[in-house]
């Protein structure tokens, strides 16, 4: 929600529609829906790998708040575990934080 127009996401964040503010009538906001390009679609998972990897090429913090960021940096870290067992269950609880990680 913005001064200029809001964006709602829909369908379980499948979907999302703009609506740009066009003003007043009768004491309440007119909206007027306007067409957008919706962002490539990626899971958690792969965003939170992709800004771990580019933070650490780049020398940068992540864009993650760290104190919500270490929880699902282990669970990243245990989907990794996983594929190279197999796709076998894994524990998030004491995951290998060595684990190399690398992205194509």
């Known amino acids: 929600m913005g001064s200029e127009g809001a964006i709602r996401s829909t369908n379980n964040g499948v979907d999302a529609g703009l609506r740009i503010f ?7 906001p007119q909206w007027e829906p306007a067409a957008f390009a919706l962002p490539e679609a990626r899971s958690a998972t792969v965003t939170c790998l992709v800004d771990m990897t580019d933070a650490l090429e780049e ?4 864009i993650g708040i760290i104190e919500i960021t270490h929880h ?4 990243c870290l245990a989907v990794a ?18 684990i190399y990680v690398w992205r194509v």
């Open 81 to 98: 575990r996983s594929h190279k067992e197999g796709n076998n269950l894994v524990s998030v609880i004491g995951v290998d934080r060595d």
């Open 22 to 28: 066009q003003g007043e009538a009768v004491n309440r």
């Open 72 to 75: 699902i940096t282990e669970a």
């Open 59 to 62: 020398g940068r913090f992540s």
